[in-house]
């Protein structure tokens, strides 16, 4: 018998007892193996939960999990750094084996917990800190190790996804979708790490780690959310043939990373523009097998507990069988990351100019100034005290560059309001 401790009993942590003790007997048929929770922990023992618990089960001190003599995984379902770090640590201390589905500690904390995790030969499981359901992790780490990763383009956050899928189809603001995603438990009552592009740069930076290893944390993510985002872009980009998504991108060219989490416009025809509500997805692009594509939920309980699920099952064969702990994402790589601006992409731009003759060619001029061309223009809607929006696409352009140029275009006497620009991801890389 296998003996699985979990601390923290939520959403996740209630799914993965769930799958446990409902599909115990399934497990066992397919696998051979015993796999039993023999202890719990969670800081109100009392809440209200859909499942029975046996007597003695749950406590609400983790170390009664960690330091339980049958306990030979240790699952860690609390989220945050602190005390999460130092639970953590001390359970592979005392040799226990580890799966978490903490990104904003494996993030910020991971190449501390992954390098103790291989002095103690035991091992982390983290299948479920990425896209919930989704294997994401497993395909990279093991289905195409036998490929050089180029190109990762994912929808990692369900919130944002859901936001932006409402503002699209139905022509909400963000304000009202957000709302909308609260009222449905698809939203936190403070969204910030949703919204804002954090949750999924936590997340992008262990499939760097994976794909590139390179052990990114926070600092090297260029990180921006959607709270700008207004409706109007969202119609001028489907006008041009895009969508707005919350693109979470990392791409490797010659040695070096570029790595952002930002609301940018996919092509209407690329198989991520139509991926709605709450789902994820993630683009995997390596030099052998080109293309492969992970779709399915990215969160709640379910989802999210079956990764835990599968993580205990793939410790509890090494455990029975004596086999080593599997290798930790490696970091033996030589890429670095790319400096922030150095990019090269093409840019949508509006701008709320006046409506006058020579309007276009001094924006035209300033753009040329700074080594930007347009590809397309589109120049029309209901004027507002003599002022209409334009809009345009431009070719490539530095990132650096269009920011400069965007600077100097809003001092233009011709400009009222803060222009806007969003990237463009083709994603065909």
């Not at 969670?42 to 049958?70: Q, S, W």
């Not at 965007?406 to 620009?421: G, H, N, R």
Request: charged share 25%.
């Amino acid at each position: 018998m296998i003996g699985v401790g979990i601390i923290g009993l939520g959403t996740v942590g209630t799914g993965a007892y769930k799958i446990l003790d409902e599909h115990g007997l399934l497990i066992k048929q397919k696998t051979g193996i015993d796999i039993r929770v023999v202890k719990c922990a969670d800081i109100d023992p009392d809440r209200p939960r859909d499942i029975v618990l046996k007597e003695g089960l749950l406590t609400n001190n983790a170390f009664e999990v960690i330091e339980d003599k049958d306990v030979d995984i240790v699952v860690e379902l609390m989220g945050g750094i602190e005390p999460a770090r130092s639970l953590i640590r001390h359970a592979i201390e005392q040799g226990k084996w580890v799966v978490t589905a903490n990104k904003a500690l494996l993030a910020e904390k991971g190449d501390e917990i992954f390098k103790l995790a291989a002095r103690k030969g035991t091992e982390i499981g983290f299948e479920a800190s990425v896209c919930g359901g989704i294997p994401v992790i497993k395909a990279i780490r093991d289905g195409l190790v036998g490929n050089r990763i180029t190109y990762i383009l994912g929808i990692l956050n369900g919130t944002c996804n859901y936001i932006l899928t409402k503002m699209t189809l139905e022509g909400m603001s963000f304000n009202r979708a957000l709302e909308d995603a609260q009222r449905l438990g698809f939203a936190e009552s403070d969204p910030t790490l949703d919204i804002e592009g954090i949750d999924a740069a936590h997340k992008l930076c262990i499939l760097v780690r994976l794909a590139f290893q390179y052990p990114a944390v926070m600092s090297d993510i260029t990180t921006g959310g959607i709270s700008r985002i207004d409706p109007i872009d969202i119609e001028f980009a489907r006008e041009f043939g895009y969508r707005i998504k919350l693109l979470a991108v990392a791409k490797e060219d010659r040695g070096k990373i570029e790595a952002r989490v930002e609301p940018a416009m996919i092509p209407v025809g690329h198989p991520m523009s139509s991926v709605d509500g709450v789902y994820n997805a993630a683009y995997v692009v390596g030099d052998r097998t080109g293309p492969t594509l992970y779709y399915g939920k990215g969160a709640g309980g379910d989802a999210t507990g079956s990764a835990v699920v599968s993580d205990i099952v793939d410790m509890a064969y090494r455990i029975r069988n004596g086999a080593p702990a599997a290798k930790i994402p490696s970091t033996a790589g030589k890429v670095k990351m790319r400096g922030a601006g150095k990019s090269s992409v093409p840019y949508y731009m509006r701008f709320t100019a006046k409506d006058s003759p020579g309007v276009l060619s001094k924006i035209s001029g300033v753009l040329a100034d700074y080594k930007i061309s347009i590809s397309s223009v589109i120049q029309k809607g209901r004027k507002e005290n003599g002022y209409v929006p334009i809009v345009m696409l431009t070719h490539e352009a530095v990132e650096l560059n269009l920011k400069e140029a965007k600077a100097a275009i809003d001092q233009l006497p011709i400009i009222k309001d803060e222009s806007v620009y969003i990237r463009i991801e083709e994603g065909n890389q």
